[in-house]
């Protein structure tokens, strides 16, 4: 199974100040098709999770545009351009390249100062 | 809109079995593969399983932490989702979630239900 690490844990942020988290994968999530299966999710406090990033870098329908991914092969990063009160949560990346199983990080809380 | 509304969940005593369904609206059910996420009090997200549409002949996958106790099915008629838990163990305690698959196996899943807690205790 494709193990998927994040860092940090988790993370306090002044609002309007940027955040960053990492992501790294034990094996490559680039397909022979060329697309890269790694999203990202924010789970917001007693909600269930939501898709915010998909292929590593394309916002999902709604999503503020203060959020961005990037990354390649193993190792991705998504950012937070100026944290908002409402971006509390806990966000986690995700692998579908080697399925199954899927397999998800273990999340980055954040909050806020 | 896309919903979907889980229910079923409950407290069961160890050994037993429990029902699961996942209503679905706002979209073509049929189309979509369907899958089962669960999230243990406290802990971050673990896949549960897949049940894949018509045109690949409903075909399942499941987490090994679950393969040969959990069986998941579905009724395009009635646009539900349904996961049979069987032999159920402490461990299993967790929100049960069921969500869409975008894209087929290399997708995601773009659409949530909210969820039903399964505690499984005596």
């Known amino acids: 199974d494709i193990v998927m690490t994040q860092t940090p844990l988790s993370l306090s942020v002044t609002p309007g100040q940027p955040a960053s988290i990492s992501c790294k994968s034990s094996?490559?999530?680039?397909?022979?098709?060329?697309?890269?299966?790694l999203y990202w999710y924010l789970q917001k406090p007693g909600q269930p999770p939501r898709l915010l990033i998909y292929?590593?870098?394309n916002r999902f329908s709604g999503v503020p545009d203060r959020f961005s991914g990037s990354g390649s092969g193993t190792d991705f990063t998504l950012r937070i351009s100026r944290v908002e009160a409402e971006d509390v949560g806990v966000y986690y990346c995700?692998?579908?390249?080697?399925?199954?199983?899927?397999?998800f990080g273990g999340g980055t809380k954040v909050e806020i100062k | 809109e896309v919903q979907l509304a889980e229910s079923g969940g409950g407290l069961v005593q160890p050994g037993g079995s429990l029902r699961l369904s996942c209503a679905a609206s706002?979209?073509?059910?049929?189309?979509?593969?369907m899958d089962w996420v669960r999230q243990a009090p406290g802990k971050g997200l673990e896949w549960v399983g897949r049940?894949?549409?018509?045109?690949?002949?409903?075909?399942?996958e499941y987490a090994a932490s679950v393969k040969g106790r959990f069986i998941i099915s579905r009724d395009d008629s009635k646009n539900s989702l349904y996961l049979q838990m069987n032999s159920l163990k402490t461990e299993d305690t967790a929100v049960y979630y069921c969500?869409?698959?975008?894209?087929?196996?290399?997708?995601?899943?773009?659409?949530w239900g909210q969820g039903t807690l399964v505690t499984v205790s005596s």
């Open positions: 049940t894949r549409n018509k045109g690949r002949s409903y075909t399942t």
């Open positions: 094996q490559s999530l680039l397909h022979s098709d060329g697309k890269t299966h």
């Open positions: 969500a869409r698959v975008r894209w087929g196996d290399y997708g995601h899943f773009d659409y």
């Open positions: 706002g979209f073509t059910f049929s189309d979509h593969y």
């Open positions: 292929e590593v870098s």
């Open positions: 995700m692998q579908s390249i080697q399925f199954p199983p899927l397999t």
